[in-house]
């Protein structure tokens, strides 16, 4: 088993920090995330099946290409409105191993809001709502392995 520490830039993760927990052909991942200088905080959870052998490289044991699926709750909030949301998604994506300890990672899918609910705090003209049931998720990552195990065998 492989254990990551994770930062990156993603729908609807935002901007987050994480860690991704790597056991043969498919990888568990944890992250908080938010935005400067907004009230906009997620939390996400992710499981992933590998493949793509061919493609594999020495640096480590794991296929290169993955499928994922996952859940984030997103929560927002001014000084006018609070809202909360709960998106799950599908990605395709493919990790890029530059060293043994340093890999890049980019998916791309797409995400359904399962759960949103927004309340007004105080009343305001600026108070609107913008909601989207289906949308584009996508994630940016850079990882640091530090517990790395390159004796995995395949299953």
Known sequence: MDVDVRAGIGLPELLHGGIR???SRAHYDFSLGGWPEQ?????SANYAHHFGNKWK????????WYMSWGGT???YRT????SHDVIFNARMGRDFNILRSLSISVS??????VYHDKFELQSSNNSYDIYFPILPSG????????LKDISDKED
């Open 21 to 23: 927990f790597n056991i």
């Open 139 to 146: 994630q940016f990552t850079i990882a640091y392995t530090f």
């Open 57 to 64: 490289t020495d640096l480590t044991p794991q296929p290169p």
């Open 108 to 113: 791309l899918g797409i995400g359904a809001t």
């Open 39 to 43: 009230n906009r905080f997620s939390v």
């Open 79 to 82: 000084d006018f409105i609070e």
């Open 73 to 75: 709750y997103l929560f």
